[in-house]
């Protein structure tokens, strides 16, 4: 099957700095890639979809400023929290669809990032 | 919110018993897939229903969808204590190609 590497997996940081949470699509191109966060015991929340090539598209209430989004090649796309505060402090998760595909998408191991 | 409901919210059984998920939709879906998820670890796909299927079988796992009702039922049969998790509907529709998850059942199979 089609693996998606995120990296890194846990990080830790003091609030006002900015963490980038890459994601690779391992064996296959990626046109577009999802963008997740998930509070505890919550459901996935979708922020963002990062198409190759172009500007993301974010969801209603997600601070496109905030959560830069970089999608500057066919397997890789990155998330930067800017300027992080306690409240950023989630489980961000990134799926890619694979080219020509609407069917299935596949996830990356997730990033649990903690602002101090 | 175009988010799915799922109930239970938490559901717990004996090893051995059935356990059945439910997950309603609001908007037309091209397939609708089961996600599981062990604790603050990454996602794992279950199995993916396509909006002209009805019912689909994969080993202990039997899904069922009724786009009438916008709803599907995910049954586990003869569980285990490793299927403890949270389990998670996600909707696939419309032109976006975006996956929406429900809120999810939490599963605990006592031993």
């Known amino acids: 099957g089609a693996v998606v590497s995120q990296h890194p997996s846990r990080v830790i940081c003091k609030s006002g700095t900015s963490v980038k949470i890459e994601c690779r699509s391992l064996?296959?191109?990626?046109?577009?890639m999802f963008w997740y966060r998930q509070f505890p015991k919550q459901s996935l929340m979708l922020m963002a979809t990062s198409n190759e090539g172009s500007k993301a598209t974010y969801e209603q209430g997600v601070e496109k400023d905030k959560f830069l989004i970089n999608h500057a090649s066919l397997t890789l796309s990155t998330l930067t929290v800017t300027s992080a505060h306690p409240e950023d402090s989630s489980f961000y998760i990134c799926?890619?669809?694979?080219?020509?595909?609407?069917?299935?998408?596949?996830f990356g191991s997730g990033t649990q990032l903690s602002v101090l | 919110s175009q988010q799915g409901e799922e109930d239970p919210q938490a559901l717990s059984i004996q090893e051995g018993e059935n356990a059945t998920m439910n997950c309603s939709y609001k908007?037309?879906?091209?397939?609708l897939q089961w996600y599981r998820q062990n604790s603050g670890r990454g996602l794992v796909h279950l199995i993916l229903?396509?909006?002209?299927?009805r019912e689909k079988h994969s080993g202990r796992l039997r899904v069922t969808l009724d786009t009438s009702k916008k709803s599907s039922s995910l049954l586990i049969t003869a569980s285990r204590a490793a299927d403890t998790a949270s389990y998670f509907c996600?909707?696939?529709?419309?032109?976006?190609?975006?996956?929406?998850f429900g809120t999810g059942t939490l599963l605990a199979v006592q031993p």
């Open positions: 996600a909707t696939l529709g419309g032109a976006t190609n975006k996956l929406i």
């Open positions: 229903i396509r909006s002209n299927e």
């Open positions: 799926s890619a669809l694979k080219g020509g595909s609407n069917e299935k998408l596949f």
């Open positions: 064996d296959f191109q990626a046109t577009t």
């Open positions: 908007t037309s879906i091209n397939n």
